[in-house]
């Protein structure tokens, strides 16, 4: 028997069946799509970390380590393989690398083989950025990387959006059929009966639709992959991304959309069943109308039709809620996402791409190469189309000021307590010296820029300090940080000293592509000087760098030929790495597109879970509203002024997102050019206003649309036939 009705009445209503597995079939795809996203992110930030650091676990450094201690070390329990790093390993230092099988315990192990090899704590290391992608946290780190859980719990929270689509379809449906179903309890159905009637029903439904989503999915995630290379196609040090998927993924989307069917459809199904006859009977299935509470504002703008429209809203609330947050979280996560990749885009420009045109063409990095060794300097200069090369190498190093030293300027500012803090015991103050080490002409050239007589015998100062007070980090006003009498510097790294004689004091710095820390002194060295007094002394970078402005305009072919030639002399002896300007510019132009095509389908994702749930609701309301409007017509109102209502309806579950999205965009975009010390012009200038309506009204299309399907429907039944028939549907 109920195996029968259960077939009639899917065949009888289609619509609300229609709805259920709309319902399904969304929810399924957007899960099956969410999951291959993250987990194809997840492998492809695993790639990138093995890339750049490897994918050993644990590091053991020391001086000595034998092929017994090797042994000693595989003996653990835990530990698979422990290997030497021929790579790292140099003279006077040992690396071993150490995998485990069960990495999780690695921070518990390690301490114990480095004991056991009679090595202090300091000799081990840990591939933390690897391991965190495994949810591996050290126990002691206050605050261990959490980037990955924040994605997890984003994850979570749409994976509940989804569920909840799924669960308001069946209760819609099944609230519709509480009188059926009290007649059936009241003819001697009992409530295990209808239960596992409502849940074959849902199982049958919901079945096909399920699989197809999941396929749906990871075919529109495959399409995502795709269009995330061809966006990054050009950006350096990028691996490609190639599309993965395992079948615990699949497994595990339709068990969780398995569950939330079950689960969606039984909540409703065990309110139903526990009902008395006599309750389910009288129960017409209508919405609630409070009649107590009145919607003033609509009734003052459209009248009784808006106290009406107002009065339904309410009665719908519960169910309406799912699809208002989603509708308002979609319209705000797009509009504030494209205002901030606007402003990023208009700071990056200003900041990097505007601020250095005219000071760089190509960047060479000579990989693990010390300026000393680089011997192709002058066939660099001599290619034809480069007007200026720089080749130069950076070094840290630290250096103590006497408050007497410090400039007039940044006494009147707090001196130098409020930059480098208490003095030590000789009343001297300890600042940071970084070093920049360039090519012996380059400096000589230099020197002929800031007009004092070019000589290798002394160190050039940047002599300048960020004035903090009176200016912002957008527009920096710089003051001088010493004064310029002394004709020395000391310099200290690693508990050594040298003096080495100032040439000049400057405030400007040579051309090139670096930022320097706003409260320190900069040294510009020549090579030689480097290699005659500080290389003993200070702690060089491992990377030199090759500096490169063109002598023609720079336009994207002519410097992709003049790269090919500059990396066809250098790569033949070097391990670079080589950008051209105009590339880094288009590449980030479609990283920034990227970005707002990934964000604006996520915010399109929630839109289509809040539209899909309007659809739900309205459609799946069809009974209800048939003898709501029936009672509206027995009193006077007109099929014309029912649509107004529809309307009205429409107007307020579109418009209130977007009211309340509109004056906190506008909060949040007033707060970042504050923060990002722009001109509020220059923003609005180029703000986003276009996409962001038509995203509104994008909002308000559908939202309308669901309205006038199920007004269209609503209106074309027999609303008096309607008060009279409690006949089975």
């Given at each position: 028997?109920?195996?029968?009705?259960?077939?009639?009445?899917?065949?009888?209503?289609?619509?609300?069946?229609?709805?259920?597995?709309?319902?399904?079939?969304?929810?399924?795809?957007?899960?099956?799509?969410?999951?291959?996203?993250?987990?194809?992110?997840?492998?492809?930030?695993?790639?990138?970390?093995?890339?750049?650091?490897?994918?050993?676990?644990?590091?053991?450094?020391?001086?000595?380590?034998?092929?017994?201690?090797?042994?000693?070390?595989?003996?653990?329990?835990?530990?698979?393989?422990?290997?030497?790093?021929?790579?790292?390993?140099?003279?006077?230092?040992?690396?071993?690398?150490?995998?485990?099988?069960?990495?999780?315990?690695?921070?518990?192990?390690?301490?114990?083989?480095?004991?056991?090899?009679?090595?202090?704590?300091?000799?081990?290391?840990?591939?933390?950025?690897?391991?965190?992608?495994?949810?591996?946290?050290?126990?002691?780190?206050?605050?261990?990387?959490?980037?990955?859980?924040?994605?997890?719990?984003?994850?979570?929270?749409?994976?509940?959006?989804?569920?909840?689509?799924?669960?308001?379809?069946?209760?819609?449906?099944?609230?519709?059929?509480?009188?059926?179903?009290?007649?059936?309890?009241?003819?001697?159905?009992?409530?295990?009966?209808?239960?596992?009637?409502?849940?074959?029903?849902?199982?049958?439904?919901?079945?096909?639709?399920?699989?197809?989503?999941?396929?749906?999915?990871?075919?529109?995630?495959?399409?995502?992959?795709?269009?995330?290379?061809?966006?990054?196609?050009?950006?350096?040090?990028?691996?490609?991304?190639?599309?993965?998927?395992?079948?615990?993924?699949?497994?595990?989307?339709?068990?969780?959309?398995?569950?939330?069917?079950?689960?969606?459809?039984?909540?409703?199904?065990?309110?139903?069943?526990?009902?008395?006859?006599?309750?389910?009977?009288?129960?017409?299935?209508?919405?609630?109308?409070?009649?107590?509470?009145?919607?003033?504002?609509?009734?003052?703008?459209?009248?009784?039709?808006?106290?009406?429209?107002?009065?339904?809203?309410?009665?719908?609330k519960k169910h309406l809620r799912i699809s208002t947050l989603s509708l308002l979280l979609s319209f705000l996560g797009f509009s504030i996402?494209?205002?901030?990749?606007?402003?990023?885009?208009?700071?990056?420009?200003?900041?990097?791409?505007?601020?250095?045109?005219?000071?760089?063409?190509?960047?060479?990095?000579?990989?693990?190469?010390?300026?000393?060794?680089?011997?192709?300097?002058?066939?660099?200069?001599?290619?034809?189309?480069?007007?200026?090369?720089?080749?130069?190498?950076?070094?840290?190093?630290?250096?103590?000021?006497?408050?007497?030293?410090?400039?007039?300027?940044?006494?009147?500012?707090?001196?130098?307590?409020?930059?480098?803090?208490?003095?030590?015991?000789?009343?001297?103050?300890?600042?940071?010296?970084?070093?920049?080490?360039?090519?012996?002409?380059?400096?000589?050239?230099?020197?002929?820029?800031?007009?004092?007589?070019?000589?290798?015998?002394?160190?050039?100062?940047?002599?300048?300090?960020?004035?903090?007070?009176?200016?912002?980090?957008?527009?920096?006003?710089?003051?001088?940080?010493?004064?310029?009498?002394?004709?020395?510097?000391?310099?200290?790294?690693?508990?050594?000293?040298?003096?080495?004689?100032?040439?000049?004091?400057?405030?400007?710095?040579?051309?090139?592509?670096?930022?320097?820390?706003?409260?320190?002194?900069?040294?510009?060295?020549?090579?030689?000087?480097?290699?005659?007094?500080?290389?003993?002394?200070?702690?060089?970078?491992s990377d030199s760098y090759i500096r490169i402005l063109s002598n023609g305009t720079a336009n994207l072919t002519a410097l992709n030929a003049?790269?090919?030639?500059?990396?066809?002399?250098?790569s033949e002896q070097y391990e670079i790495e080589s950008e051209n300007r105009v590339q880094e510019r288009l590449s980030n132009d479609s990283?920034?597109?990227?970005?707002?095509?990934?964000?604006?389908?996520?915010?399109?994702?929630?839109?289509?879970?809040?539209?899909?749930?309007?659809?739900?609701?309205?459609?799946?309301?069809?009974?209800?509203?048939?003898?709501?409007?029936?009672?509206?017509?027995?009193?006077?109102?007109?099929?014309?002024?029912?649509?107004?209502?529809?309307?009205?309806?429409?107007?307020?579950?579109?418009?209130?997102?977007?009211?309340?999205?509109?004056?906190?965009?506008?909060?949040?975009?007033?707060?970042?050019?504050?923060?990002?010390?722009?001109?509020?012009?220059?923003?609005?200038?180029?703000?986003?206003?276009?996409?962001?309506?038509?995203?509104?009204?994008?909002?308000?299309?559908?939202?309308?649309?669901?309205?006038?399907?199920?007004?269209?429907?609503?209106?074309?039944?027999?609303?008096?036939?309607?008060?009279?028939?409690?006949?089975?549907?």
């Amino acid at each position: 028997m109920w195996k029968d009705y259960s077939k009639s009445y899917i065949k009888n209503n289609r619509a609300s069946s229609i709805s259920i597995m709309a319902a399904a079939l969304v929810a399924t795809m957007f899960l099956s799509l969410l999951c291959s996203i993250a987990y194809n992110f997840w492998a492809y930030d695993v790639e990138q970390i093995i890339l750049e650091e490897g994918d050993w676990q644990g590091r053991i450094v020391c001086e000595a380590l034998g092929s017994d201690d090797l042994s000693m070390v595989c003996q653990f329990a835990n530990v698979e393989k422990a290997v030497v790093n021929e790579e790292l390993s140099q003279k006077g230092k040992i690396v071993a690398d150490v995998y485990f099988k069960n990495a999780r315990t690695i921070y518990r192990d390690m301490p114990l083989i480095s004991a056991q090899l009679g090595l202090n704590e300091d000799s081990i290391q840990y591939n933390s950025l690897l391991l965190s992608r495994y949810f591996i946290h050290d126990p002691e780190d206050e605050a261990p990387p959490m980037l990955l859980t924040l994605y997890v719990v984003i994850l979570i929270i749409m994976a509940v959006s989804l569920i909840l689509i799924i669960r308001g379809s069946f209760e819609l449906s099944m609230n519709a059929r509480i009188h059926q179903f009290g007649i059936f309890s009241s003819i001697g159905a009992t409530p295990r009966q209808i239960r596992t009637c409502l849940l074959q029903e849902a199982m049958v439904l919901s079945i096909l639709p399920m699989l197809i989503g999941s396929m749906s999915g990871i075919l529109i995630s495959y399409g995502i992959i795709k269009a995330v290379n061809f966006f990054a196609s050009d950006v350096s040090g990028r691996h490609e991304a190639v599309f993965q998927y395992h079948p615990s993924i699949f497994a595990l989307t339709v068990l969780i959309s398995f569950l939330t069917v079950i689960f969606s459809a039984w909540i409703p199904a065990r309110k139903l069943s526990r009902m008395t006859p006599l309750e389910a009977i009288r129960n017409t299935s209508g919405l609630l109308l409070k009649k107590k509470k009145h919607s003033r504002f609509l009734s003052c703008i459209f009248g009784m039709k808006g106290e009406l429209a107002g009065n339904a809203l309410k009665a719908q609330k519960k169910h309406l809620r799912i699809s208002t947050l989603s509708l308002l979280l979609s319209f705000l996560g797009f509009s504030i996402m494209l205002c901030f990749t606007t402003l990023a885009d208009i700071s990056t420009r200003y900041t990097y791409f505007e601020r250095y045109q005219d000071v760089w063409d190509i960047m060479i990095t000579l990989k693990d190469t010390e300026l000393t060794d680089f011997g192709l300097t002058d066939e660099l200069r001599d290619i034809t189309g480069i007007q200026d090369a720089t080749v130069y190498q950076k070094a840290k190093a630290l250096t103590f000021l006497p408050e007497g030293l410090q400039s007039d300027e940044l006494s009147s500012l707090g001196g130098l307590e409020s930059v480098a803090g208490t003095p030590n015991e000789n009343g001297q103050f300890q600042v940071s010296a970084p070093i920049v080490v360039l090519d012996d002409t380059s400096f000589l050239n230099f020197c002929s820029q800031i007009g004092i007589t070019p000589s290798l015998d002394g160190a050039i100062v940047l002599n300048q300090i960020w004035d903090s007070r009176n200016s912002n980090f957008r527009y920096k006003e710089y003051v001088p940080f010493v004064r310029d009498d002394n004709q020395n510097t000391i310099l200290y790294k690693n508990d050594k000293t040298v003096k080495i004689p100032v040439l000049s004091y400057t405030q400007k710095s040579p051309t090139l592509r670096e930022e320097y820390d706003n409260y320190a002194l900069v040294h510009f060295i020549p090579l030689t000087m480097w290699n005659k007094t500080l290389g003993e002394v200070c702690e060089a970078e491992s990377d030199s760098y090759i500096r490169i402005l063109s002598n023609g305009t720079a336009n994207l072919t002519a410097l992709n030929a003049l790269e090919q030639e500059v990396v066809r002399l250098v790569s033949e002896q070097y391990e670079i790495e080589s950008e051209n300007r105009v590339q880094e510019r288009l590449s980030n132009d479609s990283l920034i597109q990227g970005m707002v095509m990934i964000l604006g389908a996520f915010c399109v994702l929630l839109a289509v879970i809040g539209i899909a749930n309007v659809f739900s609701n309205t459609l799946g309301f069809l009974r209800q509203r048939k003898r709501e409007f029936a009672q509206y017509m027995s009193i006077g109102l007109t099929p014309q002024e029912m649509r107004k209502m529809f309307c009205i309806e429409a107007f307020v579950i579109a418009g209130k997102p977007l009211l309340i999205t509109l004056p906190l965009t506008v909060l949040f975009v007033q707060f970042a050019v504050t923060a990002s010390y722009l001109e509020p012009m220059v923003f609005w200038s180029e703000a986003p206003i276009l996409p962001i309506l038509i995203f509104a009204a994008a909002i308000v299309l559908f939202v309308a649309l669901a309205y006038y399907i199920g007004g269209r429907r609503l209106l074309q039944c027999d609303l008096n036939e309607t008060l009279r028939n409690d006949a089975l549907i």
